[in-house]
C-alpha cells in the first residue's frame, strides 16, 4: 500500500512539474521570434496528435478489454468542456507576454481560491473556516508573491487581466476533469477534451496565422510544449491520482509553483527576490492547509 501511494505520488510530482517547466520553454520560444499564437496552435495540434496516436496503442493493448464505445453525447460534453483548455493557453500565454514567468504561475494559482468559490456555487454550500483561512492566506501570498509592496507598481495591467482569466478558465478546467464523462478512460477523455481546446483555439488563432505562420515551430518547439504541457502530465497524473488521497494529490501538485519559479531563475534569468520566495511559501501553505483534513485521513 505504502509502495503504491509512493508510486503515486512520484508520478503527479513529476506531472505536476511538467506544467511548472511549460512557460520557460513558452518565453524561450518567444525570445526566438515565435509569436503567442504560433505557439499555442503548435502545442494544441501537436498534442491532439500525440494524444490521437497513444489512444491508437490503448485500444491495441486492451482488445480483450470489454469497454463500451463513448457516445455521441459525451464525446460533445467532452468537446465543450475542452474548450476552457485551449481558452487557458491562449490566455497564460499571452499573459506571460507582458509579465514574468514568475507571476504569470503566481496568477494562475490563484485557480486554487476560483475553484473554492466554484465549488461554494454549485455545491450550494458556504466554504469551510479552512477554506476561507487558505483564501486568505493565497492573497496574502499573492501581494508579496507580485512585489507590489515593496516596488513601484510596474506590473503591465494586460497581463494581470490575461493571467486572472487563465485562472478562470483553468479552475473550469480542473472542475470539467473531474467531472464530464467520468465513465470513460482517461486516455479517451483526454484525447476529446484536447479536441475541443484545438477547435476554440484554431478559431482564435488562424485569422491571424493565416497572414503569416512560421512552420519552424513545428522542428522544436511545438513538440517540446506538446510533450511538457499536453501528453505528460494528463498520463502522469491520471495514473497516479488514483494511488493517493485527493487531499495529498493536490497538494503535491502545487510542486508546479516552486518548478516554475525554479526554472525562469535558472533558464530566464528572473530576479526573484525574499519577499517573493515568501509570497510563493505562503501560496504552497495555503493549498496544505485547505486539503489538511482529506490529507490527514489517508495517513
Known amino acids: 500500500m505504502k509502495n503504491t501511494a509512493l508510486k503515486g505520488g512520484i508520478l503527479v510530482a513529476l506531472g505536476a512539474s511538467s506544467y511548472g517547466m511549460l512557460t520557460t520553454f513558452v518565453k524561450m520560444a518567444y525570445e526566438e521570434g515565435f509569436t503567442t499564437y504560433e505557439v499555442t496552435f503548435a502545442q494544441l495540434f501537436t498534442g491532439f496528435l500525440g494524444l490521437v496516436i497513444l489512444n491508437l496503442f490503448y485500444k491495441g493493448r486492451n482488445k480483450k478489454t470489454q469497454v463500451a464505445p463513448a457516445s455521441k453525447k459525451s464525446i460533445l460534453k467532452l468537446i465543450i ?23 504569470g504561475i503566481v496568477l494562475l494559482m490563484q485557480s486554487v481560491w476560483m475553484g473554492v468559490a466554484l465549488d461554494a456555487v454549485i455545491q450550494k ?28 507598481f510596474e506590473l503591465d495591467i494586460r497581463g494581470i487581466l490575461f493571467g486572472l482569466l487563465a485562472a478562470a478558465s483553468y479552475t473550469i478546467t480542473i472542475y470539467s476533469s473531474n467531472t464530464v464523462s467520468t ?40 513538440p517540446l510544449l506538446a510533450v511538457f504541457g499536453t501528453i505528460l502530465p494528463p498520463l502522469f497524473l491520471t495514473t497516479g491520482m ?9 497538494i503535491i501538485t502545487s510542486i508546479e509553483l516552486p518548478v516554475a519559479v525554479c526554472m525562469a531563475y535558472l533558464l530566464l534569468n528572473e530576479v526573484v527576490i525574499l519577499p517573493q520566495w515568501l509570497g ?7 493549498i496544505v492547509v485547505m486539503n489538511l483534513k482529506t490529507a490527514k485521513k489517508a495517513l
Request: proline share 4%.
Open 183 to 222: 465513465e470513460l478512460p482517461s486516455m479517451v477523455r483526454s484525447k476529446w477534451m484536447m479536441l475541443g481546446g484545438l477547435i476554440i483555439v484554431s478559431a482564435i488563432t488562424l485569422p491571424t496565422l493565416v497572414q503569416g505562420f512560421n512552420l519552424e515551430i513545428f522542428y522544436f518547439w511545438g
Open 81 to 103: 468542456a475542452g474548450s476552457s483548455l485551449g481558452l487557458t493557453s491562449i490566455f497564460y500565454y499571452l499573459a506571460v507576454q507582458y509579465i514574468t514567468v514568475s507571476i
Open 125 to 152: 454550500q458556504k466554504p469551510t473556516a479552512l477554506k476561507i483561512l487558505a483564501v486568505v492566506i493565497i492573497l496574502i501570498g499573492t501581494l508579496l508573491a507580485t512585489n507590489v509592496l515593496f516596488e513601484n
Open 280 to 286: 510563493i511559501v505562503l501560496i504552497l501553505l495555503s
Open 242 to 250: 488514483p494511488k493517493l488521497n485527493v487531499g495529498i494529490g493536490v
